[in-house]
Nanobody, 126 residues
Framework: QVQLAESGGGLAQAGNSLRLSCATS????????TAWFRQAPGLEREFVAA????????YYTDSVKGRFIISRDGAKKTIHLQMNSLKPEDSAVYYC???????????????????WGQGTQVSVSS
């Protein structure tokens, strides 16, 4: 079993920054992957960013490329999402998702992940 604990959400003005963290615990595998998804009211949950634990390869959705950075603190098994130049359209509940082991399908697909956090609210005002 793997547990995920998200933190760092809140309210920010457009153009400012927030950092989300996802602390993993339990029996995590070395070849895992962790991602952030988000869901705004009335919209479907969408992929934001992901990182593979082996090699730290990162993936981003186009709308956040150049603004968001996903990183991993290996010692603490914590994944961070640094969100810069925030826009009102970034407002959503952000979910941390984790796959314990190799992802055989798309790393951007929700179905690839077998552990999910509770979500943390990010609100960006204009």
């Amino acid at each position: 079993q793997v547990q995920l604990a998200e933190s760092g959400g809140g309210l920010a003005q457009a153009g400012n920054s927030l950092r989300l963290s996802c602390a993993t615990s339990g029996r995590t595998a070395g070849n895992s992957a962790t991602a952030w998804f988000r869901q705004a009211p009335g919209l479907e949950r969408e992929f934001v960013a992901a990182i593979r634990w082996m090699g730290d390869r990162t993936y981003y959705t186009d709308s956040v490329k150049g603004r968001f950075i996903i990183s991993r603190d290996g010692a603490k098994k914590t994944i961070h999402l640094q969100m810069n130049s925030l826009k009102p359209e970034d407002s959503a509940v952000y979910y941390c998702a984790h796959r314990n082991g190799v992802i055989l399908s798309s790393i951007r697909a929700q179905s690839a992940y077998n552990y999910w956090g509770q979500g943390t609210q990010v609100s960006v005002s204009s």
